[in-house]
């Protein structure tokens, strides 16, 4: 499945931790967009989308989520709950996100600036997108 952790290097020391997140470097891809989503409402779950061509990298700095992520064949369930916990998401990856904690912030770098025409906002639109791209 086009998905894959990435740990984010933790600078710490004893005045507490720090993050940097680099183009290319710690994301592997150019940065064009950030956004987070906070104050999450409890049983909430968003999501339920694909991406034609859009890459992406989400970390909770605070609280937990969980994401569900479908390739289409095989679906796999990944608790995002610590800062250093970063999750690649490629193209092409029906993704669901629920279990949100009241404090939850998940950050998310993205490689292109927000475009609705390259949702998939259907499960059957993601299907038949899968077909499309295999011939
Ligand atoms: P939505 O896609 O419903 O969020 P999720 O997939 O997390 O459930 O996005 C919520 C709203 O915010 C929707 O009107 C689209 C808008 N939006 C932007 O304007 N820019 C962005 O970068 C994102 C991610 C969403």
């Known amino acids: 499945m086009n998905f894959q952790m990435i740990p984010m290097r ?3 020391d004893d005045r507490g931790s720090l993050v940097a997140v680099e183009a290319e470097k710690d994301v592997p891809f150019a940065i064009a967009r950030v956004y987070y989503i906070f104050g999450t409402r409890e049983g909430v779950e968003r999501g339920f989308h694909a ?4 890459q992406q990298l989400a970390v909770a ?3 937990s989520c969980t994401m569900l992520l479908d390739d289409g064949k095989e679906k796999v369930e990944i608790k995002l709950d610590a800062p250093d916990k970063g999750m690649y998401i490629g193209p092409g990856i029906w993704r669901e996100m629920k279990d949100f904690t009241e404090d939850c912030v998940l950050l998310v770098f993205a490689d292109q600036h927000y475009d609705e025409a390259d949702y998939l906002r259907k499960y059957e639109d993601f299907l038949a997108f899968l ?5």
Do not use: N, W
């Open 10 to 12: 933790v600078l710490g």
């Open 51 to 54: 991406h034609k061509i859009l």
């Open 61 to 63: 700095v605070r609280g």
């Open 131 to 135: 077909q499309t791209a295999k011939q």
